[in-house]
């Protein structure tokens, strides 16, 4: 990466940041840093190389400026972390972890997913979805050319997320679903929550009515959100 991009995003690269990096690189995961894929409100992805010659991407989640606060929110009530400290630092650190599970998860459950590699403290690195250093672009960017037939894969995924594994994505969206090929790949699992979390209902109701109201701006006819909620849930 070059000095001026890298001084760019410098907010990411803290001293504690840097020594992951560093052991990550020891262990092969990183060898070449080369540029940024996207940056979110929580953290930067990075197109790096791994020892092989592999493409990866690399999240880094920021711990000075990241909304430690809302994150809570998604991690408090959530079985797999409890017991944990509620610094800044912590919660980050397993905001990437949780991020790592549920990308697990969704792998499990066959849906097209960035397959997870290794979480590290605040720092997530994960298949590259995209080929020649171009990354597959965000469905909002590039609509697929049939939506009619993205619409049933879409909730076909959020229905095998629910029904196999028991996660809901929390933030689906036309942002956070890739156009690779003309298939969708879900990414951003973050806010991901089991289905026995306190807030997974409505953040169930709450991906199936963005999902829905992007496609009607797509021209396809798309049942009412509560229809599709119930068919979803229909075996609890």
């Not at 803290?14 to 992951?20: F, H």
């Not at 800044?88 to 097209?112: D, M, R, Y």
């Not at 095998?160 to 990414?187: A, R």
Request: charged residues 30%; aromatic residues 12%.
């Amino acid at each position: 990466m070059s000095k001026n991009r890298f001084e760019t995003y410098k907010e990411v690269f803290d001293y504690s940041t840097e020594k992951t990096i560093y052991k990550l690189a020891n262990d092969g995961y990183i060898d070449l840093l080369i540029g940024i894929i996207s940056t979110g409100k929580e953290g930067n992805v990075f197109l790096a190389k791994n020892h092989l010659g592999k493409e990866v991407a690399v999240k880094i989640y920021r711990i000075e400026t990241s909304s430690f606060q809302n994150m809570w929110k998604y991690i408090n009530g959530d079985r797999r972390f409890e017991n944990i400290k509620k610094t800044k630092k912590s919660i980050v650190n397993v905001w990437a972890q949780k991020e790592f599970k549920n990308l697990k998860l969704a792998e499990k459950a066959g849906l097209n997913v960035p397959k997870p590699i290794i979480s590290r403290n605040n720092i997530l690195i994960m298949d590259f979805i995209g080929e020649n250093e171009k990354s597959a672009p965000i469905a909002k960017n590039y609509p697929p050319r049939n939506p009619k037939k993205w619409l049933k894969k879409v909730l076909n995924m959020i229905n095998d997320l629910y029904q196999k594994v028991g996660l809901i994505h929390g933030d689906l969206s036309e942002y956070n679903i890739l156009n690779y090929k003309e298939e969708p790949y879900f990414i951003d699992f973050g806010q991901g929550v089991l289905k026995d979390h306190p807030i997974a209902e409505e953040l169930l109701k709450k991906d199936i009515k963005n999902i829905s109201k992007w496609f009607k701006k797509q021209n396809v006819n798309v049942k009412e959100p509560e229809k599709i909620y119930k068919e979803i849930i229909k075996d609890d």
